[in-house]
């Protein structure tokens, strides 16, 4: 299964990032990864394929990874930033080059995500 998510996660990054975003405000293109814990509900990090791509792309060295999830707290992975609970308006996901929903986890609105602009790449890899 998790051979199937880095998979459809690779298919979707492409380089037509933005170039001028990734080369006039930062480095590496921002990549939030929504959705750490196990499934809907739980904080388990135990085979979370939220967590195996959080740390892949991590591991890449291609990207800034950053994780939300409201019920994992920051100590659960303390390597890894986590984007505050309360940070979750279109501005605020704007400011990711991409956003990777691995678990519509309780507490976020998924509404918010079809709001953002183009610009921000939004990819889904949890069930409908």
């Known amino acids: 299964m998790r051979m199937f998510f880095l998979l459809r996660l690779a298919s979707f990054f492409s380089p037509s990032l933005p170039l001028a975003r990734r080369r006039v405000f930062r480095k ?4 939030l990864v929504v959705g750490i814990g196990f499934k809907v509900g739980q904080s388990t990090l ?10 892949r792309l991590s591991m890449s060295g291609e990207v800034e990874a950053i994780f939300a999830d409201t019920l994992v707290s920051q100590g659960m992975i303390p ?12 501005q605020d996901l704007q400011a990711s080059d ?27 890899l949890c069930r409908q």
């Open 98 to 124: 991409t956003v990777i929903v691995t678990v519509r986890q309780v507490g976020f609105d998924s509404g918010v995500l079809h709001a953002i602009p183009s610009s921000t790449k939004i990819a889904c």
């Open 46 to 55: 135990s085979n979370s394929p939220g967590l195996d791509v959080l740390e």
């Open 79 to 90: 390597h890894m930033p986590r984007r505050g609970d309360e940070v979750w308006t279109m």
């Open 28 to 31: 590496k293109p921002r990549v």
